[in-house]
């Protein structure tokens, strides 16, 4: 999954593909490289961004989805948002998939809405919001929390017959930078609450808070950790390079099909 976040404020790479041509040549890189789905974000979730409104959202993420749409058609698009009008619209569009970083705790229409469809749902975990979530991090037991939260989420879909679900741990989502990493530890945990995980730890503060570094030089990290979640259970990871991704997963697909 190759990320496009078409907002001012993105932790790293903000501001860089807010206008269409630059999000088009974007999108031509990451098919060149052999992206499987593009993730559109138009409200920024890094930690401490403040919430814009429906109304500022919708104005930055219709026009340029109308236009990938228009323009490459066999793309499986998925759309980053929490609010459930902004993902009717994005669906009629021609969207695929909704990827909420509330895992329906925000907008209580999300969940309705992506069962009566039966639309291919992210369902991430976060604890708290964007605005504080990285303020004050408290769990009573953190891995009963994750897997919880899991298991209560998934039940509600379930019940509505929804059979489209994949999970996200949210990585750097209200987790300190040891609990990021015993999150990759949980990953078999989490996946026997439902098959099909998604990870995002791309040049995330995880990796480079760790090496002394900076987003922009955390592309080795950012594939180091992709292969341990992938050997570990992650079926997708949405990333800022596809290239290196891809290689990866190749790699990775040529071990395992040698052993």
């Known amino acids: 999954m190759g990320i496009l976040n078409i907002t001012p404020d993105s932790f790293y790479d903000g501001g860089k593909y807010t206008n269409r041509k630059e999000a088009i040549n974007q999108i031509d890189k990451m098919i060149d490289e052999g992206v ?17 409104s429906i109304k500022e959202e919708r104005k930055r993420l ?3 989805l109308n236009e990938i749409i228009k323009n490459y058609p066999e793309i499986i698009i998925s759309i ?3 609010r459930s009008e902004i993902a009717k619209m994005a669906i009629d569009s021609g969207a695929t998939i909704i990827n909420d970083i509330y895992g329906g705790n925000y907008d209580e229409s999300m969940l309705s809405f992506v069962a009566k469809n039966n639309i291919p749902y992210i369902m991430m975990h976060m604890k708290g919001n964007p ?26 879909l379930d019940d ?27 990953i078999p945990q989490i996946k026997k609450i439902h098959e099909n995980i998604l990870i995002g730890v791309s040049r ?56």
Do not use: W
């Open 160 to 186: 509505m017959g929804h059979t489209n679900l994949i999970v996200d741990p949210g990585f750097g989502f209200g987790k300190s930078i040891n609990q990021n990493f015993k999150l990759i530890n949980l």
């Open 36 to 52: 499987d789905i593009i993730d559109i974000g138009a409200a920024s979730s890094r930690p401490f961004a403040k919430e814009i």
């Open 131 to 156: 605005s504080n979530m990285q303020k004050e991090i408290y769990y009573d037991n953190f891995e009963n929390e994750i897997l919880d939260f899991f298991k209560k989420q998934k039940k509600k």
């Open 204 to 259: 995330k503060s995880m990796i480079y808070k760790t090496l002394s570094s900076t987003a922009s030089n955390s592309l080795n990290g950012t594939s180091v950790l992709n292969v341990i979640c992938i050997l570990k259970g992650a079926n997708f990871i949405r990333v800022h390079d596809v290239k290196e991704s891809k290689e990866a997963v190749k790699l990775i697909n040529l071990v395992k099909n040698n052993s």
């Open 80 to 82: 980053d948002t929490y």
């Open 62 to 64: 219709e026009p340029i």
